[in-house]
């Protein structure tokens, strides 16, 4: 199953993207950590490395993500050309944010004080909790927060208190999401429309992935004596163990999926990183030749003193 979500405010926020990114030093890009590269845009990769921009990582949500994984993706992004990266979560927002400007300046060290302020361009996919980061960086309320995506439809201007101006953006996704794997898994951490997917079929793929990865936390969580009969028998074991049932007796499939995305989403079955970097060594020979950026490389008269 193919999941594709790219509503029309989206096309709109791609092209003021490639006309900020002209503007900005550098780009302040949120994922998530449960899943960090297919969170990260390829297209907005693409339109940075062209542009010759460097990029602060923010691995957020990592307080939901494998603690152990955590530091793998935090040191494998740390290891990108012209790339930082930082974990946050829940737990660590606030010391967190603090770090935000002072990796920003040594990315871009030539920008300093009021006459001329580091400007950078903040973006990130849907319900990733770019708009709470910005809030707790402003220390008041400038962006909407919701638990669903798509919320945020302009572009912002704002100043932190430390004088970094961010041009915050509406939640990106990309034309086309090349992995079948990465779509399901942004369908499963909820980044992308109910409209685009199917609950059970992505539910299914969690239970798989859960399965594979994160045994001991499934049985857990579901109390499940095992998990024999693959990920179809043990979906409807835990749509029965919770009352997932029709009149009749039959499973009601549609309960038992909605059931297991809320649990994921919410951490309660434990700590999960969908993946790893091992997972993307072969990139896809098409995601390889998508081309975002049109041709476009840095132009010096677009550059301000």
């Known amino acids: 199953m193919a999941i594709q979500w790219y509503p029309g405010h989206m096309n709109a926020a791609r092209k003021a993207v490639e006309e900020t990114i002209a503007k900005v030093d550098m780009v302040i890009e949120i994922v998530d950590a449960r899943l960090p590269l297919s969170s990260s845009n390829p297209m907005l990769e693409q339109l940075r490395k062209s542009r010759q921009r460097p990029a602060l990582k923010i691995l957020n949500k990592a307080d939901l993500a494998d603690p152990a994984l955590n530091k793998v993706w935090l040191e494998w992004f740390s290891q990108q050309p012209q790339t930082a990266s930082l974990l946050l979560g829940e737990d660590t927002r606030h ?3 603090k770090k935000i400007s002072q990796l920003c300046r040594k990315l871009v060290p030539n920008r300093t004080g009021m006459e001329k302020p580091l400007r950078a361009l903040i973006v990130g996919i849907p319900n990733v909790g770019k708009s709470t980061m910005i809030n707790t ?3 008041r309320k400038v962006a909407k927060v919701a638990d669903t995506p798509g919320v945020t439809k302009h572009q912002q201007r704002v100043e932190t208190p430390d004088g970094v101006i961010l041009y915050d953006t509406p939640g990106l996704l990309w034309p086309r999401i090349e992995r079948e794997e990465s779509g399901l898994r942004l369908a499963l951490a909820g980044s992308v429309g109910r409209n685009a997917f199917h609950e059970t079929e992505v539910a299914w793929f969690g239970v798989q ?3 594979e990865r994160y045994p001991e936390l499934i049985k857990a969580r579901f109390k499940l004596n095992d998990l024999d009969g693959g990920f179809e028998a043990v979906f409807e074991k835990i749509g029965r163990k919770r009352g997932a049932i029709l009149p009749g007796g039959a499973l009601d499939e549609q309960k038992t999926a909605e059931l297991i995305l809320t649990e994921y989403r919410s951490g309660n079955i434990g700590r999960i990183t969908l993946e790893t970097p091992a ?11 998508t081309d975002y950026t049109g041709g476009k490389k840095d132009l010096d008269e677009e550059e301000e003193a």
């Open 279 to 289: 997972d993307f060594a072969e990139a896809p020979k098409a995601a390889r030749q």
């Open 137 to 139: 960086l402003m220390n």
């Open 95 to 97: 010391t967190g944010v």
């Open 209 to 211: 992935t859960f399965i």
